[in-house]
Structures are given as structure tokens and as C-alpha cells.
T-cell receptor, first 115, second 115 residues
Framework: AQKITQTQPGMFVQEKEAVTLDCTYDTSDQSYGLFWYKQPSSGEMIFLIYQGSYDEQNATEGRYSLNFQKARKSANLVISASQLGDSAMYFCAMRVMDSSYKLIFGSGTRLLVRP | DTGVSQDPRHKITKRGQNVTFRCDPISEHNRLYWYRQTLGQGPEFLTYFQNEAQLEKSRLLSDRFSAERPKGSFSTLEIQRTEQGDSAMYLC?????????????FGPGTRLTVL
């Protein structure tokens, strides 16, 4: 069965420091996609970054980078130079390669950035 | 570029009443998804449309739930005879079928409270 596991319910980070949010996944598919979304208290899911299973380079988008270790089935999100506005829930998701391409989400990590 | 919009943002209803939510996807997106998110969890897939065709429904979608996407534009999700267990955030997402990331972009959600 396909599954996303996020083992950190909550994390603290000091403003301007880097933080890593963990994500492991389970799938028997050879082709898949991994996503990270940010959900502020307002509720909207904001797309951050994408990694394809065949991508050889780790994805980067501004202050976000994805540490993709295929053999270990991990796709950790690294946020550099944390800002107060980064305080939110963060969800890792995997796109299922069936007829729907739906996303399977982990349970999320709540990040709090301290001033 | 206008994002995904959802209406209403909040809905409070009494048990047994019917409710209907609307989602307007990004205009050129042909794929539309509905997810449900309960407190402290990641979103769970409910149903998927490609253009106007509903191609997949989750087992979470009981016979009290129905979704439509007439003419492949906006979509509606109706819940009949609401129950307290239906209280959740209902999220709509859309994506453009392509050979790339097929990233799903989410709306702000409709938060349903069933009294």
C-alpha cells in the first residue's frame, strides 16, 4: 500500500536558521511524484516544491530544497533562513500513478519559528 | 492568474440538513479533485474529475455525497442528510494534465460544522 509518513508532529526553529522536515514514503511504483505543501492557519494548501522519481538532482525553489534519497525512500524538506511567516503546517504528499493521479498526504508537521 | 476559489468559506448546519459547496478551478485546468481534511490530519481524497467526467470516487464518499462538474468548469459537492462526522474542511484542487509535474493547486477550502 502507498503511504507517506511524517514522524515529527511539531518542530521549533529559530528565525534565520535552517530546518529539516522529515518525510518517508512507501510505494512499489517506479514512477511517482513527491510534493510538499504549506498550510497556514487560514487553511489554504500552498504548493512549495516537487520532486519526480526520475529526477537526478534535488529540487530547489528559493529557500526550499528537497533532500531526495531514493534508496531510503525519503524526501525531506529543507527550509533555509527561516522567517516568522514560515510558521505553519507542512504536508508531504505522493502522487499515485493510477487513473486519478490523486495525492496521498502524510499527517503533517507543525513548524513554529521563534523570533 | 486567478487561483482556485471555493464558496462558501464556512458553513454551519444542523444535522440532517443538505449542504452544497462550489469550486471554481484555475480556468485552463482540466483535472479537478475534492479532498476532505479533519482536524490534525492530512487531506484525504474524495473524488476526481477529468473535464466533466467523474473518473474516480473514494470509498469515503458515501451515497450521501454527490459531486458534479457540468461542462468541465466549476464543480459542486453536495452532502445530503449531514451527520456530525461530516464536520471537516473540504478542499478543492485543480491541475493541468501534461507530461510535467501535474501539480495540484488548492483552493482556500470550505469549513463545514454540523451541529
Amino acid at each position: 500500500a502507498q503511504k507517506i509518513t511524517q514522524t515529527q508532529p511539531g518542530m521549533f526553529v529559530q528565525e534565520k536558521e535552517a530546518v529539516t522536515l522529515d518525510c518517508t514514503y512507501d510505494t512499489s511504483d517506479q514512477s511517482y511524484g513527491l510534493f510538499w505543501y504549506k498550510q497556514p492557519s487560514s487553511g489554504e494548501m500552498i504548493f512549495l516544491i516537487y520532486q519526480g522519481s526520475y529526477d537526478e538532482q534535488n529540487a530547489t525553489e528559493g529557500r526550499y530544497s528537497l533532500n531526495f534519497q531514493k534508496a531510503r525512500k525519503s524526501a525531506n524538506l529543507v527550509i533555509s533562513a527561516s522567517q516568522l511567516g514560515d510558521s505553519a503546517m507542512y504536508f508531504c504528499a505522493m502522487r499515485v500513478m493510477d487513473s486519478s493521479y490523486k495525492l496521498i498526504f502524510g499527517s503533517g508537521t507543525r513548524l513554529l519559528v521563534r523570533p | 492568474d486567478t487561483g482556485v476559489s471555493q464558496d462558501p468559506r464556512h458553513k454551519i448546519t444542523k444535522r440532517g440538513q443538505n449542504v452544497t459547496f462550489r469550486c471554481d478551478p484555475i480556468s485552463e485546468h482540466n483535472r479537478l479533485y475534492w479532498y476532505r481534511q479533519t482536524l490534525g490530519q492530512g487531506p484525504e481524497f474524495l473524488t476526481y474529475f477529468q473535464n466533466e467526467a467523474q473518473l474516480e470516487k473514494s470509498r469515503l464518499l458515501s451515497d450521501r455525497f454527490s459531486a458534479e462538474r457540468p461542462k468541465g468548469s466549476f464543480s459542486t459537492l453536495e452532502i445530503q442528510r449531514t451527520e456530525q462526522g461530516d464536520s471537516a474542511m473540504y478542499l478543492c484542487a485543480s491541475s493541468l494534465e501534461d507530461r510535467g509535474t501535474d501539480t495540484q493547486y488548492f483552493g482556500p477550502g470550505t469549513r463545514l460544522t454540523v451541529l
